[in-house]
T-cell receptor, first 111, second 117 residues
Framework: QKEVEQNSGPLSVPEGAIASLNCTYSDRGSQSFFWYRQYSGKSPELIMFIYSNGDKEDGRFTAQLNKASQYVSLLIRDSQPSDSATYLCAVFSSNTGKLIFGQGTTLQVKP | GAVVSQHPSRVICKSGTSVKIECRSLDFQATTMFWYRQFPKQSLMLMATSNEGSKATYEQGVEKDKFLINHASLTLSTLTVTSAHPEDSSFYIC?????????????FGQGTRLTVV
């Protein structure tokens, strides 16, 4: 089992729709969870981080964390073509001191 | 967010030569720096974790004698790819974790695209 798993996609949504990106992780000791966006050929950029169970909203983005189910998701409301990118889920465990990434989900927002 | 500067952004070298990549945290002290490698259409693979003043911890399968990591200060870590070969061609990215507090998000450098010919 991979430490952090994501569906590679591509996930295709029409402009204005809600895009839902999912991620599961295996280390129950994980404490911090991050979503990064990566455009082709560029470095990842941090979009959201979440530490506690529940929802965290920032503009059009909402991160959801369920530690019991070892599941974290990212919702993007009113998707725009400029949101088209690969979204990487990352999990940090203080037990290992490592930040581990999922394989990323490619999102395509069609005009 | 915090700024991490990685240099160079792109390098082409001949097979058998060595290449050094620098990663600097510009406006914060980084207790830990991570080095990742990313092949096309693949995710970031952690190569090693380096803590200031101590030896780097390498992931399984990563040759520590080939990928030399030095973390001499709280703001600078370097990765040297020694005796580079074409299969080492990849996108190398450093990441620095902010020191102190509960804030454990990591900030990334711009990445270095290494091409070995």
């Amino acid at each position: 089992q991979k430490e952090v798993e994501q569906n590679s996609g591509p996930l295709s949504v029409p402009e204005g729709a809600i895009a839902s990106l999912n991620c599961t992780y295996s280390d129950r000791g994980s404490q911090s969870f991050f979503w990064y966006r990566q455009y082709s050929g560029k470095s990842p950029e941090l979009i959201m981080f979440i530490y506690s169970n529940g929802d965290k909203e920032d503009g059009r983005f909402t991160a959801q964390l369920n530690k019991a189910s070892q599941y974290v998701s990212l919702l993007i409301r009113d998707s725009q073509p400029s949101d088209s990118a690969t979204y990487l889920c990352a999990v940090f465990s203080s037990n290992t001191g490592k930040l581990i990434f999922g394989q990323g989900t490619t999102l395509q927002v069609k005009p | 967010g915090a700024v991490v500067s990685q240099h160079p952004s792109r390098v082409i070298c001949k097979s058998g030569t060595s290449v050094k990549i620098e990663c600097r945290s510009l406006d914060f002290q980084a207790t830990t720096m991570f080095w990742y490698r990313q092949f096309p259409k693949q995710s970031l693979m952690l190569m090693a974790t380096s803590n200031e003043g101590s030896k780097a911890t390498y992931e399984q399968g990563v040759e520590k004698d080939k990928f030399l990591i030095n973390h001499a200060s709280l703001t600078l870590s370097t990765l040297t790819v020694t005796s580079a070969h074409p299969e080492d061609s990849s996108f190398y990215i450093c990441s620095a974790r902010v020191r102190g507090g509960r804030n454990t998000e990591a900030f990334f450098g711009q990445g270095t695209r290494l091409t070995v010919v």
